[in-house]
Nanobody
Framework: QVQLVESGGGPGQAGGSLRLSCAAS????????MAWFRQAPGNEREGVAT???????RYIESVKGRFTISRDNAKNTLYLQMDNLKPEDTAMYFC?????????????????????WGQGTQVTVSS
């Protein structure tokens, strides 16, 4: 049974930092793209950052230089280090996974491509 369990969300201050974690189980971690998506009320879900099993990453423009996605292959855990937070980063953040056999340079950021999803963790950034 596939499980993705996010943690680490909460309130944050503009300019501050938060670190999200996603503990994964039930699938072959080493052959999957992992991604962080977010969705604010009234907005569509957007891909924030993705990471291929071999390491290449992708970020949306608005978080480049502020967020860092990483994966610990020994712990089957995905991370999102969020620095220099902005109020517009406020959203529910989701961890997602999909097989990466078709990709060599980076994982997609389209939500419908992803097979497995966590329940989400709320991030609220105040100014």
């Amino acid at each position: 049974q596939v499980q993705l369990v996010e943690s680490g969300g909460g309130p944050g201050q503009a300019g501050g930092s938060l670190r999200l974690s996603c503990a994964a189980s039930g699938f072959r971690w080493g052959t999957y793209c992992m991604a962080w998506f977010r969705q604010a009320p009234g907005n569509e879900r957007e891909g924030v950052a993705t990471i291929l099993s071999s390491g290449p990453t992708r970020y949306i423009e608005s978080v480049k230089g502020r967020f860092t996605i990483s994966r610990d292959n020994a712990k089957n855990t995905l991370y999102l280090q969020m620095d220099n937070l902005k109020p517009e980063d406020t959203a529910m953040y989701f961890c997602a996974a999909m097989p990466d056999t078709r990709y060599s340079t980076g994982c997609p950021t389209v939500p419908s491509f992803y097979n497995y999803w966590g329940q989400g963790t709320q991030v609220t950034v105040s100014s």
